[in-house]
T-cell receptor, first 116, second 114 residues
Framework: AQTVTQSQPEMSVQEAETVTLSCTYD???????LFWYKQPPSRQMILVIR??????QNATENRFSVNFQKAAKSFSLKISDSQLGDTAMYFC?????????????FGGGTRLMVKP | EPEVTQTPSHQVTQMGQEVILRCVPI?????FYWYRQILGQKVEFLVS????????KSEIFDDQFSVERPDGSNFTLKIRSTKLEDSAMYFC????????????FGPGTRLTVT
């Protein structure tokens, strides 16, 4: 079974600063996908960024980037130039590429507070 | 931009009652999912559905749960006899294709069992 661990229950950052959220996972699979989802107070889950395990290059989406370390099974999210609207719960998630059901396995989440 | 919708936003029911949670996935999506999130806990996979049948289900998805796509637009989750521990936020999601494709989540239905 796959597990996803987010070791930081809560974090805070000053507006315009950079913050890094940690995620580690455990799997015996070689082909998989990793995701970061954002859940603002509205509770809707929004995809932030996606990484394919076979790609060595770290994914980036505007102010969001990841540091994917496959050997260490680590997948951290870096948010640059933090904005008040980034305040939310952030969930790391994992999907096996051979999984017929496309099941996402989520970590426990990190609550990020961006302070003005 | 197309989005997944869910109704109702909040459902209160008594223990032992049946509830049906409704979802309208994005129209050209082929894969449908239900997840739940008990307050303060992680999001958990319940079931995935493709081509009018269940693709995968978790241990949580026992005989009390069922899913259906009764027509071309709706996707429902039924809980036959609700228990207190079924109280949670239930999220529907859909994706255009399978693996690696983004799962678009709906806003959720908060189910409260009293």
């Amino acid at each position: 079974a796959q597990t996803v661990t987010q070791s930081q229950p809560e974090m805070s950052v000053q507006e315009a600063e950079t913050v890094t959220l940690s995620c580690t996972y455990d799997t015996s699979e070689n082909n998989y996908y990793l995701f970061w989802y954002k859940q603002p107070p509205s509770r809707q889950m929004i995809l932030v960024i996606r990484q394919e395990a076979y790609k060595q290059q770290n994914a980036t989406e505007n102010r969001f980037s990841v540091n994917f370390q496959k050997a260490a099974k680590s997948f951290s999210l870096k948010i640059s130039d933090s904005q008040l609207g980034d305040t939310a719960m952030y969930f790391c998630a994992f999907m096996i590429s051979s999984n017929a059901g496309n099941m996402l396995t989520f970590g426990g989440g990190t609550r990020l507070m961006v302070k003005p | 931009e197309p989005e997944v919708t869910q109704t109702p936003s909040h459902q209160v029911t008594q223990m032992g009652q049946e509830v049906i949670l409704r979802c309208v996935p994005i129209s050209n999506h082929l894969y449908f999912y239900w997840y739940r999130q008990i307050l303060g806990q992680k999001v958990e996979f319940l079931v995935s559905f493709y081509n009018n049948e269940i693709s995968e289900k978790s241990e949580i998805f026992d005989d009390q749960f069922s899913v259906e796509r009764p027509d071309g637009s709706n996707f429902t989750l039924k809980i036959r006899s609700t228990k207190l521990e079924d109280s949670a936020m239930y999220f529907c999601a859909s994706s255009q294709q399978g693996v690696s494709y983004e799962q678009y989540f709906g806003p959720g239905t908060r189910l409260t069992v009293t």
